[in-house]
Every structure is written in structure tokens, then in C-alpha cells.
């Protein structure tokens, strides 16, 4: 490209360094309504975003099609493995708006609602930001029950280090031996955690 500066990336590897008008140009060639098109623009968008010179970003969302919002959907879109994924693109509906709500679902759920034909090109957006909302609170709930255990875990740690077990312990509380039990079922399970 006329105009580029050659540069060093962070490898020591050469690289050509764009003006934001050449950033621009190679991103807006790509930007149409068909689902190649738009995966293919957020591929752009990121190639761009790392060869435009420091600072100069925001200058090259200036002259693109969309805004800097639309800009960044795009990006997660072509980032998501399933939605990037060719085999899948005739399956998609060919709205970016659509493809940014599906790029909120995990990795492996696309094919599985490809699969049972709930993913169609007529896939509506309030569909598919029910179903990411739905795995948004999912999330969000595993975090809530993770973030009780730690708790739980920190204050039976902390009981733990500052008293013994009663010495006789009633019969509806948890014996000594059974407690022990646990705590070795836990740590074996968080060892399998660390080792994944």
C-alpha cells in the first residue's frame, strides 16, 4: 500500500504499518449483509486494529461505514470459533446484529442449535439474545455459587485454624471422621481442577 511504514511487530517480525485511510479502505471493501462478509470484516477490523500505528484508531473508525460500537460486535463475531467457522456459514442468519448476539454463547453451542435446526438463515435477533441472556444469568449464577463456596470454604479454613473440634460432639452435628472425609473429597476434587 502506498503511504505504509514498515515497523517491527513485537517478534521482531516486519510488518507494514497502515495510515488510517488505508485501515479504512481495506476494512469498508469488506462490509456488506452476507455472513462471509461480516466475519470477514471483523477479521479486517482486527488485522487493522494491530497494523494501524499507536493512536491512530480512532481516526480510522472515523472513516468506516459504521461506528466504532458496530465495530467492536464485529470483532467478537469473527473472534468466536463457532461463528468463524466456515462449515457453519450457511446456517447463520446474515445479520450482524443476529451474529453478535449468537457470539455471546459458548464455544460449542452454535453446532448443537445448528443441529437441532433451532439456527437457521431466518434466525430473528430477539431469539438469539434470549438465548444469550439466558447463558449470561446461567454464568452469572455459577458465579454466585462459586463466589458462596469460597466464602463458605475461607470461614471453615479460618475455623479450622483457630479451634479444634468440640471434644463431644452431639449426634445431629457432623462427626470428626465424616468432616475429614469431606475436606479430602474436596481438595482431591480441586486438585483435578488445577491439573486441567
Do not use: C
Not at 1 to 13: F, N, Q, V, W
Not at 48 to 70: C, I, M, S, Y
Amino acid at each position: 500500500m502506498r503511504g505504509a511504514i514498515t515497523t517491527t511487530d513485537e517478534h521482531g517480525r516486519a510488518r507494514t504499518e497502515w495510515t488510517p485511510e488505508q485501515a479504512a479502505a481495506h476494512i469498508s471493501e469488506a462490509w456488506q449483509d452476507a455472513v462471509e462478509s461480516i466475519i470477514e470484516t471483523g477479521r479486517r477490523l482486527i488485522e487493522a486494529k494491530e497494523r494501524v500505528g499507536h493512536g491512530q484508531w480512532l481516526d480510522t473508525v472515523a472513516l468506516l461505514p459504521f461506528t466504532e460500537r458496530t465495530g467492536q460486535y464485529l470483532m467478537r463475531i469473527a473472534r468466536h470459533p463457532d461463528l468463524a467457522n466456515t462449515n457453519h456459514g450457511s446456517y447463520l442468519p446474515a445479520s450482524w446484529r443476529t451474529l453478535a448476539a449468537l457470539s455471546e454463547l459458548p464455544p460449542g453451542e452454535i453446532p448443537k442449535r445448528i443441529e437441532s435446526r433451532e439456527i437457521t438463515p431466518e434466525l430473528d435477533r430477539a431469539t438469539a439474545q434470549g438465548w444469550a441472556a439466558m447463558y449470561a444469568a446461567a454464568r452469572q449464577e455459577a458465579l454466585n455459587a462459586w463466589s458462596e463456596a469460597v466464602d463458605g470454604l475461607t470461614r471453615a479454613l479460618s475455623y479450622a485454624k483457630t479451634y479444634p473440634p468440640p471434644r463431644e460432639m452431639p449426634e445431629r452435628y457432623l462427626p470428626v471422621d465424616e468432616f475429614i472425609e469431606r475436606a479430602s473429597s474436596l481438595a482431591e476434587i480441586a486438585q483435578t481442577w488445577g491439573d486441567a
